[in-house]
């Protein structure tokens, strides 16, 4: 259940009674779950509304549960017998039950193939419906790495992304029947830089953290539900004992993911966030090792 939040913006404008819309665009069922779960468990038991796009179907991406029954010299024949779309059939079903564990509202999958080498246009194209039909505020998606690397598929998934993003915001009601739809703003997750300053690692880092500290036991329980792709039990809290507690130290806070913004952004005063008004140097290392995940999270 969701649960209505007020927001607002500065008072001498209107007064925002709306949920705020995150959209997540990505290339594979979990990703939506192991780069951003926390946030969006926060954001959905605050009455955000939550949209996650998946770009591929997943069918072979991961696939464990079959392929390492297929090493066996004995597979069992009910898994040895499955075809593409079964297995794609298995994945939606993870991805629907890790969606209703974090509070996401609604799931998109554009069924592509998996294998992302360039980006295509009927694609984007594609995507930039989705967009114009869901209207997001913010969209969260890979940080963009090098496209020649073994996982360009995330990076050909997040070009995508803002090639949609801009087609969005050129429709023409009189000649789409579709207005314009402005994103404003874009977040990108998985940059694996853990800097704490704006100076070292000549500014390469993520600008900006989200503690998941309260919700991290629910994204520990959605990653549980990828059984087929072996992302459940002692993987699930590796990945966040190690991404999430790494960012979290550098947070100042038990766990965290951390995002780099996609666009500068315009206050009217400096901003000081509460965290940074409550934390004691002195004492946040000890504040953020609080919690054993281990025995708090035991896979069951």
């Not at 919700?215 to 990828?226: L, N, P, Q, Y």
Request: hydrophobic share 40%; glycine share 6%; aromatic share 6%.
């Amino acid at each position: 259940m969701l649960f209505q939040k007020r927001h607002t913006i500065p008072a001498h404008t209107e007064e925002l009674t709306l949920p705020m819309k995150i959209m997540t665009i990505y290339a594979h069922p979990a990703d939506t779950i192991t780069n951003c779960g926390g946030a969006l468990a926060r954001h959905a038991d605050a009455g955000d509304d939550i949209v996650a796009v998946i770009l591929t179907h997943g069918g072979r991406i991961h696939p464990n549960k079959y392929a390492e029954e297929m090493r066996k010299d004995n597979p069992d024949p009910a898994i040895a017998a499955a075809g593409l779309q079964d297995i794609v059939d298995n994945k939606k079903d993870e991805l629907r039950r890790a969606a209703e564990i974090i509070g996401i509202g609604t799931v998109v999958t554009l069924d592509h193939d998996d294998i992302l080498n360039v980006l295509q246009e009927p694609m984007v194209a594609e995507l930039a419906e989705v967009i114009a039909e869901h209207a997001p505020d913010i969209v969260i998606c890979d940080y963009p790495k090098n496209p020649v690397s073994a996982d360009s598929s995330h990076t050909i998934a997040t070009m995508t992304a803002l090639a949609a993003i801009q087609q969005a915001g050129q429709f023409l009601a009189h000649l789409d029947g579709q207005k314009e739809i402005n994103v404003r703003q874009v977040f990108f997750t998985g940059l694996s830089v853990h800097n704490t300053d704006a100076l070292s690692a000549y500014g390469m880092r993520n600008d900006m953290s989200v503690d998941i500290t309260p919700v991290v036991g629910r994204k520990i329980a959605a990653m549980d539900g990828f059984v087929s792709q072996g992302y459940d039990g002692v993987f699930a809290r590796k990945l966040v004992e190690a991404n999430n507690g790494e960012a979290g130290r550098a947070a100042g806070v038990n766990f965290a993911e951390p995002y780099t913004r996609y666009r500068g952004e315009t206050h009217e005063l400096f901003p000081l966030t509460e965290q940074a008004k409550v934390t004691d140097p002195l004492t946040r290392h000890v504040s953020y090792s609080q919690i054993n995940l281990r025995a708090d999270y035991p896979v069951s």
